[in-house]
């Protein structure tokens, strides 16, 4: 158990819609990390978190967003979902702001488009 | 920014060594190791930090060439608890935060 928490576990919703990912970090840690993995796929960075502040984005949508609360918990927001949006999306995180430290990945959450 | 990995798949059986390669055609700061067993999260497994540093698993070894903006992660009396896709993540350059990760390579060990 890495200790990252990853709600829901699946998701299945239908074109057009939106929805709401949620991540609670390890104790302790300040960065949060959003991945995204199609099917067999590597990983795919989105966007990264540091302490309630956005530090750096990768191949994150338009249509996706994201922002990491006071109590440090994160949400990825997708919407306008597209069948090709279905992936397991992976929430990380680590103690410190750079990638000097180790990520701790929570179990994802599939989303499947229909 | 996405690193390259090399093999893409590669299979052993128990006992024998492999190697995985990472590079960038970036100058990088730090590469990092996962393991991913098939429905599962990646699990850390090393990171070679510039000038040095490593900071992982005992039985797991790895080098990072500066110069070369190459890692390589080194497998030896293979188990078959080895299986999984392993992926290096590489950090281009301090203060960047964004960690990119490799396609991943399929590691398969039979008895």
């Known amino acids: 158990d890495s200790g990252v928490t990853q709600t829901p576990k699946h998701l299945i919703t239908a074109t057009g819609q939106r929805v709401t990912l949620r991540c609670s970090p390890r104790?302790?840690?300040?960065?949060v990390y959003w991945y995204q993995q199609s099917l067999d796929q590597g990983l795919q960075f989105l966007i990264q978190y540091y302490n309630g502040e956005e530090r750096a984005k990768g191949n994150i949508l338009e249509r996706f967003s994201a922002q990491q609360f006071p109590d440090l918990h994160s949400e990825l927001n997708l919407s306008s979902l597209e069948l090709g949006d279905s992936a397991l999306y992976f929430c990380?995180?680590?103690?410190?702001?750079?990638?000097?430290?180790?990520?701790?990945f929570g179990n994802g959450t599939r989303l499947t488009v229909t | 920014q996405q690193p390259v990995q090399s093999p893409q798949a590669v299979i052993l059986r128990e006992g024998e060594d492999a190697v995985i390669n990472c590079s960038s055609s970036?100058?990088?700061?730090?590469v990092h190791w996962y393991r991913q067993k098939h429905g599962e999260a990646p699990v850390f497994l090393m990171i070679l930090l510039k000038g040095g540093e490593q900071k992982g698993h005992e039985k797991i070894s790895a080098s990072f060439n500066e110069k070369k903006q190459q890692s390589s992660l080194y497998l030896t009396a293979s188990q078959l608890s080895y299986s999984g896709t392993y992926f290096c993540?590489?950090?281009?350059?301090?203060?960047?935060?964004?960690?990119?990760f490799g396609t991943g390579t399929r590691l398969t060990v039979i008895p």
């Open positions: 993540g590489t950090e281009i350059m301090t203060g960047a935060n964004n960690l990119f």
């Open positions: 970036k100058a990088l700061y730090s």
């Open positions: 104790s302790g840690d300040l960065s």
């Open positions: 990380a995180s680590s103690v410190d702001e750079g990638a000097g430290s180790p990520l701790h």
